[in-house]
């Protein structure tokens, strides 16, 4: 079955620690975001991109560091600089081109600070 | 005033009841809109697109006015299992296509 697979489903991170969130895709997707969804709140836009070798800053990147060397790949890092880490990570894929295209989710990484 | 707004409920409501959601988003330029259903702590799920004609899938039904800058979402006969968070979702053309979304309407279906 073609989806998107996001592991670990719990993470917990130390203090001062970077820590990596896997994110693979087999839906031939050409688009791949990161979302950080907070309890209360919408989910906001951490990093994305739209083809392989490149990606983009959304509105909160800052503490975050992303990589698409392969198209079905999208792993995100948590760095020591990202002061409130402890959310939950969406990860998504979409197909480039439709205005209608949809946002397929994986199925989370709830990160946790030690 | 945020992009997409919503009423964060929660709505309870008695199995079988009808219950209506409202979203309003700002800007006028945005041209797809969706309505995403999620549980405590798993991954939104595409419940239906909102088209401009309003469109209907089983007991949901979605409508779109773009003149007041709203979507609905209408569920009839509520079962235990519509009990979720419901979140709007706004996409606005831009340098991508920029994806908005609400903080979402939490729902619970009381026996």
């Known amino acids: 079955d073609g989806g998107i697979t996001q592991s670990p489903k719990y993470l917990f991170r130390k203090e001062g620690q970077n820590v990596t969130l896997s994110c693979e895709q087999n839906?031939?997707?050409?688009?791949m975001y990161w979302y950080r969804q907070d309890p209360g709140q919408g989910l906001r836009l951490i990093y994305y991109?739209?083809?392989?070798?490149?990606?983009q800053k959304g509105d909160i990147a800052e503490g975050y560091s992303v990589s698409r060397e392969k198209k079905e790949s999208f792993p995100l890092t948590v760095t020591s600089a990202q002061k409130n880490p402890t959310a939950f990570y969406l990860c998504?894929?979409?197909?480039?081109?439709?205005?209608?295209?949809?946002?397929?989710f994986g199925s989370g990484t709830q990160l946790s600070v030690l | 005033r945020k992009e997409v707004e919503q009423d964060p409920g929660p709505f309870n409501v008695p199995e079988g009841a009808t219950v209506a959601f409202n979203c309003t988003y700002s800007n006028s330029a945005s041209q797809s809109f969706f309505w995403y259903r999620q549980d405590c702590r798993k991954e939104p799920k595409l419940l239906m697109s909102v088209y401009s004609s309003g469109n209907e899938d089983g007991r949901f039904t979605a409508q779109l006015n773009r003149a007041s800058q709203y979507i609905s979402l209408l569920i009839r006969d509520s079962k235990l299992s519509d009990s979720a968070t419901y979140l709007c979702?706004?996409?606005?053309?831009?340098?991508?296509?920029?994806?908005?979304f609400g903080t979402g309407t939490k729902l619970q279906v009381i026996p």
């Open positions: 839906l031939n997707h050409d688009a």
């Open positions: 991109s739209q083809i392989v070798n490149d990606f």
């Open positions: 979702v706004v996409r606005t053309p831009g340098g991508y296509q920029k994806v908005t």
């Open positions: 998504a894929s979409s197909m480039m081109g439709d205005p209608n295209e949809k946002l397929f």
